[in-house]
């Protein structure tokens, strides 16, 4: 099965064209196709998952690729590339669209798209899984486009309001951004590696210094461009909470599997780049790090002032985002793909639970919400679940993750971004008791009547909030040696890269201590002030203190961002730029064409009035008129009397043959 | 033998034939006129042949005593379709190509 792992994206790709095709003539509007392909995909990870945790290390990576293109020494080709990591997204992956898949018959029933949302769904899961298992950055390339098309599509579902199309649009240029960034840093390094598009090849000579540090810097940071605009990382961000305006299904599969962990992904699969081009072994500070906990700090705040529950989801995931890139700044490897590994549980699981109270409320506003912990029974227990797993309380899965996080920067000295992880910790705690306490505490505040959602959409969240509880364990020694994620989540060759910094390291007490005690605090604060209506000198402060309320318009505006890009920069460019080329075109091109139509026109007089009046016509004219002329000369020698013309003859042949004599004389 | 007293002959004779072609106003005799121009040719044929001991000359004689058999039926053909449209033969009289 290793070696046949590209069945894996093509099934649901296939489906998706089965759907595209035939989806409305299908007895469950093509919903069945999708769910049987990804189920199939699910079934094929699993089997691949379980063919190489059953290796003994050392495992080789497993490549095949066959060229498409040949163009002088460089070869195009598509292949797949099969290690810890591969079979680490493959399993993640097909799980959550397949969760998401199943939401989805009863989130979607009755929708206007029905069948095109399936469609759109399975091309997205397809897209993520072939950009998960390819060999080469080319395929990657293609891949993230696609996951990007598909985004679109999907954010913009529901395209008649023009917020969400304008959402949609909005989300495909920011990463377009980055993608930038990602296309420029793919050819540098294709050249860097000589020629080749192969990642492994290209990691290889990375790990071996055979590339010129200056070349990796300038690849490296233009492949992290595209990280920062397809992962949502300061400060290309702002795309994603806009991006709640697809359906939420939608979200949960963007934030936890398809989308967003792509950046992340193409990080942990061009690690040796990265790690050699940013120093990540000199601890400190380093972009990718720093980056990662701006982001964290930034969007952990921003997810307090947010009503639509959607959003507050989508600004943990942010930060969430931010302390995988954080973990693979501070060259904590498994630690951040070990957080993608959790955080698509629990994040999947909180959007599904998000998606059954908007399901149930049919609003996405929290100030709508309150009170539903005993009408959506199933929906509260498992969003608890979720919240606590995230918020990092022990034994969850967030916990183990983030603590490893924690750990890997403390103990490869990068204190900021320790002091920084777990200030994002205990932020992190107090925003999701608030939007627990908002949603599912107090009296209901909306219209309609709540009720639980049905069983398609109650069991994924069960499942899901079960492998909430139990994901993070798979990196400690109950699962044993052979199943532990650190032994098996790796990238052959480069396992003394990303272990250099004890990944193996034990369980810290003192650490981790620290980070629950700060979660704790996070819950206990923010519990107290919502739960138990204390700390009042926190009341009404945004209306009593300027700089509160500074503080608090600047995060309502999320930073200003939207209004830089959109007014500062887009603007000013839109400004002088769209003036200059209406001057060009007025001036310039207007002139060209202008004159070259004057050009024409004084050409086609010349040619009229000189050539074929004069010329032309005089020839045809003196022709007529010679005609005539001689014409009427010559009509004279034409009697009409045959005797006439016999003398002539006989005139014109005695002429002749006088002459014929006297020549020949 | 005198090949120049047939050559006079042939030569009196085509001039008379001109003559004949030119001045006469009736077609008919126009057309004998260039009978006796065409026999005059036949004459000199005849002459060159004898004169040089081969048949040559006859058998082109046979050919334009055959070939002005045919040129006298057509023209007198035409004379006579001439005559039935304008009761006259008169050549002069016969200018509708005139420019």
């Known amino acids: ?665 | 033998m005198y090949l120049s007293q047939f050559l006079l002959l042939a030569a009196v004779l085509f001039c008379i034939g001109i003559y004949g072609v030119l001045a006469r106003r009736n077609a008919v005799l126009v057309l004998m006129s260039i009978e006796l121009m065409l026999n005059a040719v036949n004459i000199n044929l005849v002459a060159f042949g004898a004169f040089r001991h081969n048949v040559i000359g006859q058998v082109f004689a046979l050919f334009i005593i055959a070939i002005a058999a045919a040129e006298v039926g057509v023209g007198l053909a035409i004379v006579l379709l001439i005559y039935r449209n304008r009761t006259s033969i008169d050549l002069d009289e016969v200018d509708l190509m005139k420019g």
Not at chain 1, 253 to 267: D, E, N, P, Q, S
Not at chain 1, 403 to 416: C, T, V
Not at chain 1, 550 to 577: E, F, Q, R, W
Request: charge should be neutral; proline fraction near 3%.
């Open chain 1, 1 to 665: 099965m290793l070696d046949n792992v590209w069945l894996i994206p093509l099934l649901p790709a296939v489906s998706f064209a089965i759907i595209l095709l035939a989806g409305k003539r299908l007895p469950f509007k093509g919903a069945e196709s999708g769910i049987v392909a990804v189920g199939a995909s699910f079934v094929l990870s699993v089997v691949v998952a379980a063919k190489w945790i059953g290796e003994d290390a050392p495992r080789e990576a497993i490549e095949h690729s066959s060229t498409w293109l040949q163009s002088g020494r460089v070869g195009f080709g598509a292949g797949t590339h099969v290690d810890g990591l591969t079979v680490m997204m493959l399993l993640v992956v097909s799980f959550i669209s397949l969760m998401v898949h199943v939401y989805s018959t009863g989130y979607m029933h009755g929708d206007r798209r029905y069948t095109y949302f399936f469609a759109a769904l399975s091309l997205f899961t397809a897209s993520m899984l072939l950009l998960v298992v390819s060999d080469n950055s080319l395929q990657f390339l293609v891949g993230w486009e696609l996951v990007g098309v598909c985004s679109f599509m999907l954010i913009g579902h529901w395209w008649e309001e023009k917020e969400n199309s304008d959402a949609a649009v909005k989300a495909f240029l920011t990463t377009r951004t980055g993608d930038i960034g990602l296309m420029i840093g793919i050819i540098t390094l294709f050249f860097a590696a000589k020629g080749s598009f192969n990642i492994a090849h290209l990691n290889q000579l990375a790990l071996d210094g055979d590339i010129s540090h200056r070349l990796l810097l300038v690849g490296g940071c233009c492949l992290f461009l595209g990280v920062v605009g397809k992962s949502a990382q300061f400060p290309l961000h702002t795309w994603l909470p806009d991006a709640m305006a697809g359906p939420t299904p939608v979200s949960a599969l963007i934030h936890a599997a398809t989308m967003v962990v792509a950046g992340v992904y193409l990080v942990a699969r061009f690690y040796p780049v990265f790690f050699s081009a940013f120093s990540i072994d000199a601890g400190g500070v380093n972009l990718v790090s720093i980056i990662g906990a701006i982001t964290i700090v930034i969007a952990a705040l921003l997810a307090f002032v947010q009503d639509d529950v959607k959003k507050v989801l989508a600004y943990s995931t942010v930060s969430q985002l931010g302390y995988m890139v954080m973990a693979l700044g501070v060259g904590a490897w498994s630690a951040g793909i070990f957080h993608l590994f959790t955080h698509a549980f629990f994040k999947a699981l909180l959007f599904l639970c998000a998606g059954s109270v908007i399901h149930g409320v049919h609003s996405n506003n929290m100030s709508e919400m309150g009170g539903l912990r005993k009408l959506m029974p199933w929906t509260f227990r498992t969003f608890i679940i979720g919240s606590l797993a995230l918020s990092g309380v022990p034994f969850l899965a967030g916990f183990f993750s983030k603590d490893e996080i924690l750990l890997g920067a403390h103990r490869n000295g990068f204190p900021i971004m320790l002091a920084v992880g777990l200030l994002g910790a205990f932020m992190t705690a107090a925003y999701m008791t608030r939007a627990c306490y908002l949603v599912f505490w107090g009296e209901y505040r909306g219209q309609g009547h709540p009720h639980e959602s049905p069983p398609s959409m109650v069991v994924p969240l069960q499942i899901l909030a079960g492998l909430s509880v139990v994901a993070g364990l798979a990196n400690t020694w109950i699962v044993g040696d052979r199943l532990r994620f650190a032994h098996w989540a790796t990238v052959p060759g480069t396992e003394e890269l990303i272990q250099r910094f004890g990944l193996e390291h034990a369980f810290s007490l003192s650490d981790a201590s620290i980070s629950v005690a700060v979660a704790l605090a996070g819950i206990g604060l923010s519990g107290l002030y919502y739960f138990r209506d204390a700390l009042k000198p926190l009341r009404g402060l945004t209306r009593r203190s300027t700089t509160a309320r500074a503080g608090y318009t600047l995060l309502v505006n999320k930073y200003y961002l939207d209004h830089l890009y959109t007014d500062i920069i887009v603007g000013s460019i839109k400004g002088p730029i769209a003036q200059a080329a209406y001057w060009f075109d007025q001036r310039v091109l207007d002139g060209v064409v202008n004159g070259v139509g004057a050009g024409a026109r004084a050409a086609g007089n010349f040619t009229y009035d000189v050539i074929d009046q004069k010329v032309v016509d005089g020839f045809a004219n003196g022709a007529g008129a010679g005609a005539e002329e001689s014409g009427s000369i010559l009509r004279h020698i034409q009697t009409g009397r045959v005797q006439q013309y016999a003398a002539a003859l006989f005139a014109a042949a005695a002429l002749f043959a006088v002459g014929l004599v006297l020549i020949t004389q």
